[in-house]
């Protein structure tokens, strides 16, 4: 199943920051697309529900020193 969901980034202070964070996203498994704002601080994230989960999208990019946090 599929699913389009929105984050707020924060910690990202330049483009080499949410270059980072947008290749870590897609990069993984169970994610179609991802994109990243930085002036807006956010990121928009294309996945199968079934292989990859909102927590382990917001683990994956704190392991690289950024935090997600999906908008309500
Ligand atoms: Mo530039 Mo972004 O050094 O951390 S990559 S601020």
């Known amino acids: 199943v599929h699913d389009k969901a929105e984050f707020e980034v924060t910690g990202m202070t330049c483009a080499a920051c949410s270059?980072?964070?947008e290749k870590k996203l897609n990069r993984m498994e169970g994610v179609s697309e991802a994109s990243v704002n930085l002036a807006l601080e956010t990121a928009t994230v294309?996945?199968?529900?079934?292989?990859?989960?909102?927590?382990?999208?917001?683990?994956?990019?704190?392991k690289i020193g950024y935090k997600l946090h999906e908008k309500g």
């Open 19 to 21: 270059n980072r964070v």
């Open 46 to 62: 294309s996945y199968d529900q079934e292989t990859v989960s909102i927590p382990d999208l917001e683990a994956a990019v704190e």
